[in-house]
């Protein structure tokens, strides 16, 4: 009977240590993320912590990182269907357990390094810094393309009304009808949306310098000038 039990729990304890990692391939399944969105997929592939599939609603190829998910559950390569639930380990939880054992139940969370993955992770994590710059930098765009077009337009009616230009008989003055206000719209729309740009640009680029820099402790450098008996010197502190 000893043995019996002994046998179970350690068939327990493979069965939920099996379930606490994502699975490397999938034909199809159901991911929920960390902001409750339900996506069914199918082909899914895991690896370096990115998990790309194919959604099977609008039939493309999507993908998302590990630290997105909040629930899984998918088909394995025998065709019986497994669940995974994402578990919060910190070093934390493990207190008086092995250093070593420590170590490896702790989550390891990966450091993206490419600006695009860690664009691209901004937005799934609807970072409000990185967003609020891309709507600004989109609306700039806007301005840029109508404030250009208006230019276009206004010199398209310039030319046109100076090659439909009337000699009055007796003054022998022209009388054009053309108007630069278009124009004047246009360079005015053109100058704000370059400014907006710019704006949007450099907080888009803020909020990816800022991931890049978590968790990355600056050192602060204090000096001070000390006197006694034997003179004056300088102290350094870091």
């Known amino acids: 009977m000893k043995k019996l039990i002994t ?5 327990f304890g493979a069965f939920c240590f099996s379930q606490s990692s994502l699975p490397q391939s999938s034909p199809k399944g159901t ?6 969105q339900t996506i069914e997929f199918k082909n899914l592939k895991f690896e370096k912590g990115k998990i790309t599939y194919i959604d099977k609603n609008t039939n493309t190829e999507d993908f998302l990182y590990d630290n997105s ?21 910190v070093a934390e939880d ?10 490896t139940k702790s989550k390891t969370v990966l450091k ?12 799934q994590n609807q970072n409000q810094a990185y967003l609020s710059g891309k709507r600004l930098n989109n609306t700039g765009t806007a301005f840029l ?7 276009i337009i206004g010199a398209a009616i310039n030319l046109s009304s100076a090659d439909s230009v009337t000699v009055s008989e007796y003054n022998q003055k022209s009388d054009s009808k053309g108007s630069p206000i278009p124009i004047i719209i246009g360079l005015a729309g053109m100058g704000v949306g370059a400014v907006m740009k710019i704006s949007g640009h450099s907080q888009m680029k803020k909020a990816v310098e800022a991931y ?24 350094i502190k870091f």
């Open 212 to 235: 890049k820099s978590a968790g990355v402790k600056k050192t602060t450098t204090s000096y001070y000038a000390l006197a006694d008996n034997k003179g004056l010197g300088l102290q």
């Open 7 to 11: 046998a179970l729990a350690i068939a």
């Open 31 to 36: 991911i929920i993320t960390k902001t409750n």
């Open 112 to 123: 993206l390094t490419s600006d695009r993955e860690i664009k691209d992770f901004l937005i």
């Open 145 to 151: 393309i109508g404030g250009g077009a208006c230019v």
């Open 69 to 89: 998910v909040k629930s899984m559950s998918y088909q394995d390569n025998e065709g019986n269907m497994q669940t995974y639930k994402a578990q919060d380990y």
């Open 94 to 103: 493990f207190k008086g357990s092995n250093p070593e054992l420590k170590s």
